[in-house]
Protein backbone atom coordinates (compact mmCIF):
# COMPACT_ATOMS: atom_id res chain seq x y z
CA UNK A 1 0.00 0.00 0.00
CA UNK A 2 1.14 3.31 -0.67
CA UNK A 3 1.24 5.94 2.29
CA UNK A 4 -0.85 9.18 1.72
CA UNK A 5 2.11 11.49 3.36
CA UNK A 6 0.79 14.93 1.07
CA UNK A 7 -1.66 16.73 3.76
CA UNK A 8 -5.90 16.24 2.92
CA UNK A 9 -7.52 19.47 3.13
CA UNK A 10 -11.53 18.56 3.05
CA UNK A 11 -13.40 15.41 2.89
CA UNK A 12 -17.12 14.87 3.34
CA UNK A 13 -16.48 12.32 5.81
CA UNK A 14 -13.39 11.38 7.96
CA UNK A 15 -13.37 8.05 8.96
CA UNK A 16 -10.68 7.41 11.97
CA UNK A 17 -9.86 3.34 12.13
CA UNK A 18 -9.71 0.92 8.72
CA UNK A 19 -10.72 -2.24 10.85
CA UNK A 20 -13.63 -3.72 9.52
CA UNK A 21 -16.22 -0.84 10.68
CA UNK A 22 -14.56 1.91 9.28
CA UNK A 23 -13.35 0.46 5.76
CA UNK A 24 -17.13 -0.57 5.39
CA UNK A 25 -18.39 2.67 5.90
CA UNK A 26 -15.69 4.22 3.45
CA UNK A 27 -17.02 1.71 1.14
CA UNK A 28 -20.29 2.27 1.36
CA UNK A 29 -19.76 6.30 1.29
CA UNK A 30 -17.81 6.29 -1.17
CA UNK A 31 -19.66 4.19 -3.45
CA UNK A 32 -22.48 6.76 -2.88
CA UNK A 33 -20.33 9.63 -4.10
CA UNK A 34 -19.00 10.79 -1.41
CA UNK A 35 -15.51 11.95 -0.52
CA UNK A 36 -13.77 9.85 2.53
CA UNK A 37 -10.79 10.55 3.92
CA UNK A 38 -9.75 6.91 5.90
CA UNK A 39 -6.85 7.69 8.93
CA UNK A 40 -4.97 4.76 9.94
CA UNK A 41 -1.07 4.15 10.39
CA UNK A 42 -1.90 0.10 11.78
CA UNK A 43 -4.67 -1.74 9.35
CA UNK A 44 -4.34 -4.31 8.00
CA UNK A 45 -2.98 -6.62 10.59
CA UNK A 46 -3.39 -9.96 12.53
CA UNK A 47 -5.47 -8.95 15.71
CA UNK A 48 -5.92 -11.44 19.06
CA UNK A 49 -9.15 -12.12 19.03
CA UNK A 50 -10.33 -15.69 17.91
CA UNK A 51 -11.12 -14.44 14.32
CA UNK A 52 -14.44 -15.94 13.78
CA UNK A 53 -16.33 -14.49 10.78
CA UNK A 54 -20.03 -15.91 11.09
CA UNK A 55 -22.30 -16.38 8.33
CA UNK A 56 -24.22 -13.21 8.50
CA UNK A 57 -21.39 -11.06 9.12
CA UNK A 58 -20.04 -12.68 5.48
CA UNK A 59 -23.67 -11.77 4.32
CA UNK A 60 -23.33 -8.16 5.27
CA UNK A 61 -19.67 -8.35 2.78
CA UNK A 62 -20.95 -10.65 0.14
CA UNK A 63 -20.90 -7.78 -2.12
CA UNK A 64 -17.73 -6.20 -1.24
CA UNK A 65 -15.36 -9.64 -0.56
CA UNK A 66 -15.76 -13.11 -1.85
CA UNK A 67 -15.53 -15.17 1.20
CA UNK A 68 -14.66 -18.38 -0.51
CA UNK A 69 -11.66 -16.72 -1.98
CA UNK A 70 -10.47 -15.79 1.47
CA UNK A 71 -7.52 -18.22 3.43
CA UNK A 72 -9.87 -19.62 6.30
CA UNK A 73 -10.71 -22.46 8.48
CA UNK A 74 -14.01 -23.71 8.07
CA UNK A 75 -15.26 -24.80 11.41
CA UNK A 76 -17.02 -28.21 11.54
CA UNK A 77 -17.99 -28.20 15.69
CA UNK A 78 -17.43 -26.49 18.86
CA UNK A 79 -16.38 -28.09 21.71
CA UNK A 80 -17.18 -26.58 25.19
CA UNK A 81 -15.25 -27.24 28.22
CA UNK A 82 -16.33 -26.81 32.14
CA UNK A 83 -12.55 -25.67 33.59
CA UNK A 84 -13.36 -28.00 37.11
CA UNK A 85 -14.90 -31.18 36.12
CA UNK A 86 -13.00 -31.59 32.15
CA UNK A 87 -16.52 -32.76 31.01
CA UNK A 88 -16.47 -31.49 27.18
CA UNK A 89 -19.09 -32.13 24.21
CA UNK A 90 -18.67 -30.91 20.71
CA UNK A 91 -21.57 -29.16 19.13
CA UNK A 92 -21.45 -29.59 15.29
CA UNK A 93 -21.89 -26.62 13.15
CA UNK A 94 -23.08 -26.15 9.98
CA UNK A 95 -21.27 -25.91 6.86
CA UNK A 96 -21.97 -22.01 6.30
CA UNK A 97 -21.84 -21.25 10.18
CA UNK A 98 -18.64 -20.02 11.00
CA UNK A 99 -15.45 -19.86 9.18
CA UNK A 100 -11.87 -18.24 10.80
CA UNK A 101 -10.08 -16.31 8.41
CA UNK A 102 -6.74 -14.32 9.22
CA UNK A 103 -7.75 -10.73 10.04
CA UNK A 104 -5.06 -9.58 8.14
CA UNK A 105 -6.31 -10.86 5.11
CA UNK A 106 -9.73 -10.09 6.18
CA UNK A 107 -9.62 -6.70 7.15
CA UNK A 108 -7.19 -6.03 4.58
CA UNK A 109 -9.47 -6.72 1.59
CA UNK A 110 -12.35 -4.52 2.65
CA UNK A 111 -9.85 -1.41 2.77
CA UNK A 112 -9.03 -2.33 -0.36
CA UNK A 113 -11.94 -2.44 -1.63
CA UNK A 114 -13.02 1.14 -0.30
CA UNK A 115 -9.40 1.99 -1.91
CA UNK A 116 -11.16 0.86 -5.06
CA UNK A 117 -14.37 2.27 -4.47
CA UNK A 118 -12.66 6.24 -4.34
CA UNK A 119 -11.76 6.72 -0.65
CA UNK A 120 -8.10 8.48 0.02
CA UNK A 121 -5.75 6.33 2.72
CA UNK A 122 -4.23 8.44 5.15
CA UNK A 123 -1.91 6.37 6.37
CA UNK A 124 -1.02 7.51 9.61
CA UNK A 125 -1.93 7.83 13.48
CA UNK A 126 -4.21 10.78 14.20
CA UNK A 127 -3.14 12.65 16.96
CA UNK A 128 -6.04 14.44 18.10
CA UNK A 129 -9.76 15.18 16.98
CA UNK A 130 -11.08 18.90 17.56
CA UNK A 131 -14.44 20.34 16.15
CA UNK A 132 -13.74 23.98 14.28
CA UNK A 133 -16.04 26.02 12.61
CA UNK A 134 -18.85 23.57 11.40
CA UNK A 135 -16.12 20.82 10.69
CA UNK A 136 -14.11 18.32 12.75
CA UNK A 137 -10.79 18.54 12.46
CA UNK A 138 -8.31 15.14 12.67
CA UNK A 139 -4.62 16.11 13.63
CA UNK A 140 -2.06 14.17 12.12
CA UNK A 141 1.90 13.46 11.34
CA UNK A 142 0.91 13.72 7.71
CA UNK A 143 -1.35 17.22 8.32
CA UNK A 144 -4.80 18.24 8.96
CA UNK A 145 -7.95 16.35 7.74
CA UNK A 146 -11.31 18.40 7.59
CA UNK A 147 -14.53 17.38 7.38
CA UNK A 148 -18.59 18.17 8.64
CA UNK A 149 -19.32 14.43 9.20
CA UNK A 150 -16.79 12.26 11.54
CA UNK A 151 -16.73 8.36 11.60
CA UNK A 152 -14.55 6.94 14.79
CA UNK A 153 -14.47 3.38 14.25
CA UNK A 154 -10.84 3.47 16.26
CA UNK A 155 -11.24 0.62 18.61
CA UNK A 156 -11.80 0.17 22.67
CA UNK A 157 -9.33 2.80 23.24
CA UNK A 158 -10.86 5.19 20.55
CA UNK A 159 -9.76 8.61 20.17
CA UNK A 160 -12.52 9.99 18.44
CA UNK A 161 -15.13 8.34 21.31
CA UNK A 162 -12.51 9.97 24.23
CA UNK A 163 -12.90 13.48 22.76
CA UNK A 164 -16.47 13.59 21.42
CA UNK A 165 -18.20 11.28 23.98
CA UNK A 166 -16.53 9.59 27.35
CA UNK A 167 -14.04 6.29 27.30
CA UNK A 168 -14.65 3.75 28.52
CA UNK A 169 -14.31 2.74 32.28
CA UNK A 170 -12.23 -0.21 33.32
CA UNK A 171 -15.20 -2.21 34.34
CA UNK A 172 -16.73 -1.88 31.28
CA UNK A 173 -13.54 -3.67 29.22
CA UNK A 174 -12.36 -6.77 28.92
CA UNK A 175 -8.54 -8.06 28.95
CA UNK A 176 -8.04 -10.32 25.81
CA UNK A 177 -4.77 -12.13 25.94
CA UNK A 178 -2.87 -15.39 25.49
CA UNK A 179 -0.70 -16.93 21.92
CA UNK A 180 -0.98 -17.18 18.53
CA UNK A 181 0.72 -20.94 18.68
CA UNK A 182 2.27 -21.14 14.63
CA UNK A 183 2.66 -24.60 13.25
CA UNK A 184 -0.34 -26.27 13.95
CA UNK A 185 -4.29 -25.46 13.32
CA UNK A 186 -7.40 -27.33 13.75
CA UNK A 187 -10.95 -27.66 12.40
CA UNK A 188 -12.70 -27.27 15.71
CA UNK A 189 -13.47 -24.21 18.40
CA UNK A 190 -12.39 -25.48 22.08
CA UNK A 191 -14.36 -22.92 24.34
CA UNK A 192 -13.17 -23.70 28.43
CA UNK A 193 -15.80 -21.69 30.58
CA UNK A 194 -14.02 -20.32 34.07
CA UNK A 195 -15.58 -19.11 36.95
CA UNK A 196 -12.24 -17.42 38.56
CA UNK A 197 -12.10 -15.07 36.87
CA UNK A 198 -15.26 -15.51 35.31
CA UNK A 199 -14.66 -15.39 31.51
CA UNK A 200 -13.61 -18.40 29.29
CA UNK A 201 -10.07 -19.87 27.18
CA UNK A 202 -10.49 -20.34 23.70
CA UNK A 203 -8.36 -22.13 20.63
CA UNK A 204 -9.30 -20.97 16.96
CA UNK A 205 -7.97 -22.14 14.40
CA UNK A 206 -6.62 -19.99 11.72
CA UNK A 207 -4.52 -21.26 8.66
CA UNK A 208 -0.89 -21.65 9.97
CA UNK A 209 -1.44 -21.15 13.54
CA UNK A 210 -4.10 -21.39 16.46
CA UNK A 211 -5.17 -18.08 18.50
CA UNK A 212 -5.04 -19.40 21.84
CA UNK A 213 -6.01 -17.38 24.56
CA UNK A 214 -8.34 -16.13 27.79
CA UNK A 215 -10.44 -13.47 28.01
CA UNK A 216 -12.30 -11.78 31.34
CA UNK A 217 -13.50 -8.40 33.19
CA UNK A 218 -10.36 -6.18 33.21
CA UNK A 219 -11.70 -5.06 36.61
CA UNK A 220 -11.89 -8.67 38.21
CA UNK A 221 -8.24 -8.34 39.95
CA UNK A 222 -6.27 -10.63 37.07
CA UNK A 223 -3.34 -9.19 35.26
CA UNK A 224 -2.51 -9.84 32.09
CA UNK A 225 0.57 -11.56 32.85
CA UNK A 226 -1.41 -13.77 35.57
CA UNK A 227 -3.86 -14.56 32.51
CA UNK A 228 -0.96 -15.32 29.92
CA UNK A 229 0.68 -17.70 32.42
CA UNK A 230 -2.78 -19.61 32.86
CA UNK A 231 -3.22 -19.65 29.36
CA UNK A 232 0.42 -20.90 28.30
CA UNK A 233 -0.50 -23.98 31.17
CA UNK A 234 -3.65 -24.23 29.33
CA UNK A 235 -1.71 -25.03 25.79
CA UNK A 236 0.52 -27.29 27.52
CA UNK A 237 -2.52 -29.60 27.48
CA UNK A 238 -4.38 -28.87 23.80
CA UNK A 239 -1.93 -31.92 22.36
CA UNK A 240 0.11 -29.68 20.15
CA UNK A 241 3.59 -30.05 19.18
CA UNK A 242 6.29 -29.15 20.83
CA UNK A 243 7.83 -27.81 18.17
CA UNK A 244 5.67 -25.08 17.60
CA UNK A 245 6.41 -20.95 18.24
CA UNK A 246 4.04 -19.21 20.56
CA UNK A 247 4.14 -14.81 19.98
CA UNK A 248 1.76 -13.24 22.74
CA UNK A 249 -0.81 -11.04 22.43
CA UNK A 250 -2.93 -8.53 24.66
CA UNK A 251 -5.46 -6.03 23.72
CA UNK A 252 -8.52 -5.02 25.83
CA UNK A 253 -12.50 -5.85 24.24
CA UNK A 254 -15.58 -3.86 25.64
CA UNK A 255 -17.78 -5.58 27.72
CA UNK A 256 -20.72 -3.83 29.11
CA UNK A 257 -23.45 -3.67 31.69
CA UNK A 258 -26.84 -3.89 30.68
CA UNK A 259 -27.24 -0.65 32.07
CA UNK A 260 -24.15 1.01 29.98
CA UNK A 261 -25.86 -0.48 26.54
CA UNK A 262 -29.53 1.02 27.67
CA UNK A 263 -27.22 4.64 27.83
CA UNK A 264 -24.91 4.29 25.33
CA UNK A 265 -23.67 7.27 23.24
CA UNK A 266 -22.92 6.21 19.64
CA UNK A 267 -23.52 9.77 17.93
CA UNK A 268 -24.00 13.19 17.83
CA UNK A 269 -24.56 16.15 15.29
CA UNK A 270 -22.11 15.28 12.89
CA UNK A 271 -20.40 12.13 14.35
CA UNK A 272 -20.64 8.82 14.92
CA UNK A 273 -19.34 5.60 16.61
CA UNK A 274 -18.78 2.13 14.73
CA UNK A 275 -17.79 -1.19 16.34
CA UNK A 276 -15.58 -1.68 19.38
CA UNK A 277 -15.58 2.26 19.76
CA UNK A 278 -19.14 2.39 20.22
CA UNK A 279 -18.72 -0.58 22.81
CA UNK A 280 -20.69 -2.94 20.35
CA UNK A 281 -19.49 -6.49 21.64
CA UNK A 282 -21.06 -9.62 22.56
CA UNK A 283 -20.39 -9.24 26.37
CA UNK A 284 -20.81 -13.31 26.70
CA UNK A 285 -18.88 -14.39 23.57
CA UNK A 286 -16.71 -11.27 23.13
CA UNK A 287 -17.84 -11.40 19.45
CA UNK A 288 -17.42 -7.88 17.73
CA UNK A 289 -17.12 -8.43 13.71
CA UNK A 290 -21.22 -8.48 12.94
CA UNK A 291 -21.33 -5.77 14.85
CA UNK A 292 -18.45 -3.59 13.54
CA UNK A 293 -19.59 -4.60 10.15
CA UNK A 294 -23.42 -4.13 10.84
CA UNK A 295 -22.74 -0.69 12.61
CA UNK A 296 -20.54 0.47 10.02
CA UNK A 297 -23.24 0.21 7.01
CA UNK A 298 -25.62 1.92 9.63
CA UNK A 299 -23.47 4.73 10.25
CA UNK A 300 -22.70 5.46 6.47
CA UNK A 301 -26.30 5.55 5.76
CA UNK A 302 -26.66 7.92 8.65
CA UNK A 303 -24.17 10.05 7.42
CA UNK A 304 -25.58 10.11 3.80
CA UNK A 305 -28.87 11.44 5.29
CA UNK A 306 -27.45 13.67 7.95
CA UNK A 307 -29.38 12.00 10.93
CA UNK A 308 -27.47 10.83 13.84
CA UNK A 309 -30.61 10.34 16.05
CA UNK A 310 -31.92 7.79 13.27
CA UNK A 311 -27.90 5.84 14.03
CA UNK A 312 -28.69 5.90 17.34
CA UNK A 313 -32.30 4.66 17.17
CA UNK A 314 -31.13 1.71 14.88
CA UNK A 315 -28.29 0.75 16.85
CA UNK A 316 -30.60 0.54 20.28
CA UNK A 317 -33.53 -1.47 17.91
CA UNK A 318 -31.11 -4.06 16.42
CA UNK A 319 -28.05 -4.66 18.38
CA UNK A 320 -28.15 -2.75 21.67
CA UNK A 321 -31.38 -4.20 23.02
CA UNK A 322 -30.08 -8.06 22.48
CA UNK A 323 -26.58 -7.18 24.13
CA UNK A 324 -28.34 -6.00 26.94
CA UNK A 325 -29.82 -9.05 27.56
CA UNK A 326 -26.59 -11.51 26.76
CA UNK A 327 -25.06 -8.88 29.54
CA UNK A 328 -28.06 -9.71 32.16
CA UNK A 329 -27.59 -13.42 30.97
CA UNK A 330 -23.62 -13.01 31.69
CA UNK A 331 -23.78 -12.79 35.50
CA UNK A 332 -24.47 -16.45 35.77
CA UNK A 333 -23.59 -17.85 32.48
CA UNK A 334 -20.14 -18.60 34.15
CA UNK A 335 -20.61 -19.81 37.41
CA UNK A 336 -19.92 -23.50 38.56
CA UNK A 337 -23.82 -24.24 38.44
CA UNK A 338 -24.56 -23.09 35.54
CA UNK A 339 -21.39 -24.30 33.13
CA UNK A 340 -22.16 -27.82 34.82
CA UNK A 341 -25.86 -27.48 33.77
CA UNK A 342 -24.60 -25.92 29.86
CA UNK A 343 -22.50 -29.10 29.73
CA UNK A 344 -25.28 -31.64 31.00
CA UNK A 345 -27.98 -30.33 29.26
CA UNK A 346 -25.43 -30.27 25.59
CA UNK A 347 -24.39 -33.59 26.16
CA UNK A 348 -28.53 -34.81 26.60
CA UNK A 349 -30.26 -32.93 24.14
CA UNK A 350 -29.78 -32.38 20.23
CA UNK A 351 -32.15 -29.86 20.06
CA UNK A 352 -30.47 -28.07 23.26
CA UNK A 353 -26.89 -28.47 20.19
CA UNK A 354 -28.71 -27.32 17.80
CA UNK A 355 -29.93 -23.99 19.87
CA UNK A 356 -26.40 -23.44 20.63
CA UNK A 357 -24.93 -24.01 17.02
CA UNK A 358 -27.59 -21.23 16.24
CA UNK A 359 -26.06 -18.88 18.49
CA UNK A 360 -22.68 -19.71 17.59
CA UNK A 361 -23.13 -19.08 14.47
CA UNK A 362 -25.38 -15.48 15.21
CA UNK A 363 -28.72 -16.89 13.77
CA UNK A 364 -30.40 -16.94 17.47
CA UNK A 365 -30.70 -13.57 19.26
CA UNK A 366 -30.81 -13.67 22.71
CA UNK A 367 -33.96 -12.48 23.24
CA UNK A 368 -35.23 -15.31 21.83
CA UNK A 369 -33.27 -18.11 23.60
CA UNK A 370 -35.47 -18.32 26.43
CA UNK A 371 -38.03 -19.41 24.39
CA UNK A 372 -35.84 -21.56 21.61
CA UNK A 373 -34.45 -23.82 25.02
CA UNK A 374 -38.35 -24.02 25.92
CA UNK A 375 -39.12 -25.25 21.74
CA UNK A 376 -36.85 -27.64 22.54
CA UNK A 377 -39.35 -29.96 24.67
CA UNK A 378 -36.34 -30.93 27.06
CA UNK A 379 -38.32 -29.04 29.59
CA UNK A 380 -36.33 -29.94 32.73
CA UNK A 381 -33.30 -29.32 31.50
CA UNK A 382 -34.70 -26.16 29.74
CA UNK A 383 -35.96 -25.17 32.64
CA UNK A 384 -32.10 -25.71 34.73
CA UNK A 385 -30.57 -24.04 32.20
CA UNK A 386 -32.78 -20.74 32.37
CA UNK A 387 -33.73 -20.56 36.30
CA UNK A 388 -29.50 -20.66 36.75
CA UNK A 389 -28.70 -17.77 34.61
Given at each position: ???????????????????????????????????????????????????????????????????????????????????????????????????VASRAEFDGRLLD?????????????????????????????????????????????????????????????????????????????????????????????????????????????????????????????????????????????????????????????????????????????????????????????????????????????????????????????????????????????????????????????????????????????????????
Open positions: MTSATAPVDHADVAIVGAGPAGSLAAFRLARAGARVALVDGSHPREKPCGGGVTGRALAIVADVLDAGSLSSCHIRSARFVDTRTKRAVAVPLAADALIAARHAGVRLVQTRALDVTRGSGVFVIRTPAGQVTAPLLIGADGANSLVRRRLARPFARAELSIATGFFVHGTTSDEVVIELAADPPGYLWSFPRPGHLAVGICAQADDGATPADLRARTAQWIGGLSVSERVHLSPYSWPIPSLSAAAFGSLAVSGPGWFLAGDAAGLVDPITREGIYFALRSGELAAHAALSGSHTSYRERIHDEIATDLALAARYKAGFFRPQFTRLFIDALRRSSGIRDVMADLVAGRRAYSTLKWSLIRTFELGLAWRLITST
